[in-house]
Structure formats: structure tokens, C-alpha cells
């Protein structure tokens, strides 16, 4: 780090520096990319970073990013309703939307059990999750017919998919409960997953 930028330069490179994959360099190269480039290029990547965090919210069903109450996939009369996919991150829907095999709504946790880090259940929207399974969320729709947890095939999402199917196993037994197929890479994270292989995990979905 080089104590020469002035100090607004320096400032932008801090904060720059602070995104995930950006390290020092990468951060100055983004800094005097940005101290080179037109006013209004500069200003409309300010805006939106603003605009972005002034108009997106969670959901109030399913927990995924919205600029509405509710989401568009909530919305929409054509998903299956009765058919939920739980993900840890609101990044995980949209490979799932990729897939294109997949046609119901989705669940957002916000993140994964991991004791050693404090998220316990209760840090996460489980029990939101098991009262729109049981029929009673924010929403008016009736019981779910199935879950799939497609939480990431790491430590933590394996343990969030088997704490969520002992609750249900426990408060909803009547309804199926499944987990993506194993083929997705160990320890990764959904979102860096490709569509086709995605697809045949969801395909293959297994009773858990
Ligand atoms: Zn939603």
C-alpha cells in the first residue's frame, strides 16, 4: 500500500479493496481506472451502488432480493407453489433459474449453520421456512407438497440441509423432502455451479 495517493484516492482503493476477489492491486488499477474515466461513468457507478442499496429489499415470502414486497417469482401465478427450493444466498436462485428445470418458488436462508461462527438456526429464516412449509407464512399459500435443499455442498450447507429435514421430519412429516443429487463439486458453492450440471443435480434429486 502506498502512502502517496491523496487522501480521496486512498479512500476509493480502501474501499474497493474491500470486495470479494479484489485485492490491493486490483483495487489501484479499479481506482485510477475510475480517476481516468468520464465524469459521468463514474457518477452513474456511484448511483447505482446507491440506488441498489436504497431500493432492494428481501422479500417478504421467500427472502430473495426484491424491489417490491414481494419478489417476481412469488408473484407469479404460474410457479408451482407447492414446491420450494431452500438455497443459503439470494446469488443461489438465479443458477437455479438457469437450470430452467426448475418451476417452483424458492426459500432464502441467509446464510448457513456454523456453530463455531454463531449462526445458529435461529440466525437463519428456519422457522419461516417451516411455517410456509406448514402453510402458515406470509403469504396465503397452502401446505408445500415438497422441499428440496439445495443448500452448497460444503460443511455447513450439508449441515443446515440435515437440521431442516429433522424439523420437518418432526413438524410436517406428510410433506417429501428431498436434496440435490451429488455431481456438484464438493465444497463449492452453488453459484459457481454450471446450469447443465445443476439441472441433472436437481433431476436427480433423492428422498433425504
Ligand atoms: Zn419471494
Redesign the pocket.
Known amino acids: 500500500m502506498s502512502a502517496s495517493h491523496a487522501p480521496p484516492v486512498q479512500r476509493l482503493v480502501t474501499e474497493l479493496a474491500k470486495l470479494p476477489g479484489i485485492g490491493n492491486r486490483t483495487a489501484q488499477r479499479l481506482a485510477f481506472h475510475l480517476l481516468r474515466a468520464p465524469a459521468e461513468d463514474a457518477n452513474a457507478l456511484a448511483e447505482a451502488i446507491v440506488e441498489v442499496k436504497e431500493k432492494i429489499g428481501l ?6 432480493l ?1 424491489d417490491e414486497a ?6 407469479d401465478p404460474r410457479r408451482d407453489h407447492e414446491l420450494v427450493c431452500v438455497v443459503e444466498e439470494p446469488s443461489d436462485v438465479i443458477p437455479m433459474e438457469r437450470t430452467h428445470e426448475y418451476h417452483g ?2 426459500h ?1 436462508l441467509g446464510g448457513a449453520l456454523s456453530p463455531i461462527d454463531g449462526i445458529d438456526p435461529e440466525d437463519l429464516k428456519i422457522a419461516e421456512l417451516i411455517a410456509r412449509v406448514r402453510g402458515q407464512g406470509a403469504n396465503e399459500a397452502g401446505p408445500m407438497r415438497e422441499v428440496v435443499l439445495a443448500t452448497n455442498p460444503t460443511t455447513t450447507g450439508e449441515a443446515t440441509a440435515l437440521h431442516i429435514a429433522d424439523e420437518l421430519r418432526r413438524v410436517a412429516p406428510e410433506v417429501t423432502v428431498t436434496r440435490l443429487a451429488s455431481g456438484l463439486p464438493v465444497g463449492s458453492d452453488l453459484e459457481y455451479a454450471d446450469e447443465v450440471t445443476l439441472g441433472k443435480a436437481f433431476a436427480g434429486r433423492r428422498a433425504v
Request: glycine residues 0%; proline residues 0%; contains cysteine.
Open positions: 422479500c417478504e415470502v421467500c427472502f430473495n426484491t414481494r419478489c417476481r417469482i412469488c408473484q418458488v424458492y432464502v
